[in-house]
């Protein structure tokens, strides 16, 4: 069964550090998205990406993050000058449709020390 | 305000037990409802999506139910395994394709 893959599966950064999250969504899906889920607590909606542009982001996703799809098959989430509230599991998830539901990769857990 | 509570928080039953967990939502306008599995340091799978009209799902041996007059959502988990031991969280999809999360009911079955 197709699979979304994330990597690295655990990153540790210090802080201050810029870090890039890797996804290679399922290779039919036109629409990505990553979320993060801070330790207990629930999954939070970062932003969605179709047709090489962003279509919407949450109010977590400032200036400090960024995304790109920079070739046929990665998305990455790149988080700068990253902060001790930056440490959680973030995921990538994508779809073929919006009527169809989403795949989610198995995280990356990020911490920053 | 659109939100998705779940209950219990957690709960502990023995392998081979049934159970049933609760999903109460509150988003307008409503557009389908999933209910996830997440094992610990995963990412959720999905169980089950069920849309306006339909009122009981099956996947193996989950089964979800959905009463939209009432705004609830239950996930029943028959003969439980070890394996079933994870957080189920409801999620509840507007008409805008906005996801909205429930904090999950975290579930350990004991042997």
């Known amino acids: 069964e197709p699979e979304v893959t994330q990597t690295p599966s655990h990153q540790v950064t210090q802080m201050g550090q810029e870090v890039i999250l890797r996804c290679v969504p399922i290779?039919?899906?036109?629409?990505f998205y990553w979320y993060r889920q801070i330790l207990g607590q629930k999954v939070e909606f970062l932003v969605s990406f179709y047709n090489n542009e962003i279509s919407e982001k949450s109010e977590i996703f400032d200036d400090q993050f960024s995304v790109e799809r920079p070739d046929g098959s990665n998305f990455t989430l790149k988080i700068r000058s990253t902060k001790l509230e930056d440490s959680a599991m973030y995921f990538c998830a994508s779809r073929a449709d919006p009527n169809y539901g989403y795949t989610f990769g198995s995280g990356t857990r990020l911490t920053v020390v | 305000k659109n939100q998705v509570e779940q209950s219990p928080q957690s709960l502990i039953i023995l392998e081979g037990k049934n159970c049933t967990l609760q999903c109460n939502y509150t988003v307008s306008p409503f557009s389908n409802l999933r209910w996830y599995k997440q094992d610990t340091g995963r990412g959720p799978v999905s169980l089950t999506i069920?849309?306006?009209s339909e009122n009981t799902k099956s996947n193996g041996r989950y089964t979800a139910t959905l009463d939209a007059d009432t705004k609830q959502s239950s996930l029943h988990i028959t003969a439980s395994q070890l394996s079933d031991s994870a957080s189920y969280i409801c999620v509840v999809r507007d008409s805008n394709y906005q996801l909205i999360w429930g904090a999950g009911t975290k579930l350990i079955i004991k042997p």
């Open positions: 290779s039919n899906h036109l629409y």
């Open positions: 069920m849309t306006f």
